[in-house]
T-cell receptor, first 116, second 112 residues
Framework: NAGVMQNPRHLVRRRGQEARLRCSPM?????VYWYRQLPEEGLKFMVY????????ESGMPKERFSAEFPKEGPSILRIQQVVRGDSAAYFC??????????????FGPGTRLTVL | QKEVEQDPGPLSVPEGAIVSLNCTYS??????FMWYRQYSRKGPELLMY????GNKEDGRFTAQVDKSSKYISLFIRDSQPSDSATYLC????????????FGSGTRLSIRP
């Protein structure tokens, strides 16, 4: 059973370019979460999605960032017009449909974005 | 004030020692408490998941939650060099799918 998959693992962009980060949840999981980790800091929640729905985007910056989880295919975190401050590790997590028991979030290996 | 406070360390102990890692939090609405282990340049890996106050043991790991003090702990017995990693405490408010609030992590090093 494959875990959460993220690609690319490393992404380099110049200021002003767009970054697209992809996440495929674990098999059977329908909830996806994106977190950002700056150097020497913990993970900060960005957005929580279910298929074709954004459930909680309270951690998303108001501009340049967007996320989607289409009916088919991976979840995408998109950053437009990247700036150096966007350099970070972006982690995706997934959890199974809520069943009333522990809905543990399982994390992928992350995408490390470097903005030059 | 951060919702979750965690001493960043680094913490260095000899192999075989008992390690104690701690976090405090300010929001009494948190009900579910977790500890994740993160190796360098890897994703977080869930170690322990507990609900409300009490203890939970899994092998060499014991998690404690004291909601009255808003204090959680992770104990590692018979520590091994392979336990060297960053340990992140984490918590959330409800059992349904929701965001997790993380501490900043404690970097642990076990000396052979």
């Amino acid at each position: 059973n494959a875990g959460v998959m993220q690609n690319p693992r490393h992404l380099v962009r110049r200021r002003g370019q767009e970054a697209r980060l992809r996440c495929s949840p674990m098999k059977g999981h329908s909830h996806v979460y994106w977190y950002r980790q700056l150097p020497e800091e913990g993970l900060k929640f960005m957005v929580y999605l279910q298929k074709e729905n954004i459930i909680d985007e309270s951690g998303m910056p108001k501009e340049r960032f967007s996320a989607e989880f289409p009916k088919e295919g991976p979840s995408i975190l998109r950053i437009q017009q990247v700036v150096r401050g966007d350099s970070a590790a972006y982690f995706c997590a997934s959890s199974p449909p809520t069943s009333g028991s522990t809905d543990t979030q399982y994390f992928g290996p992350g995408t490390r974005l470097t903005v030059l | 004030q951060k919702e979750v406070e965690q001493d960043p360390g680094p913490l260095s102990v000899p192999e075989g020692a008992i390690v104690s890692l701690n976090c405090t939090y300010s929001n009494s609405a948190f009900q579910y408490f977790m500890w994740y282990r993160q190796y360098s340049r890897k994703g977080p890996e869930l170690l322990m998941y507990t609900y409300s106050s009490g203890n939970k043991e899994d092998g060499r790991f014991t998690a404690q939650v004291d909601k009255s003090s808003k204090y959680i702990s992770l104990f590692i017995r018979d520590s091994q060099p392979s336990d060297s990693a960053t340990y992140l405490c984490a918590m959330k408010k409800g059992s349904s799918a929701s965001k997790i609030i993380f501490g900043s992590g404690t970097r642990l090093s076990i000396r052979p």
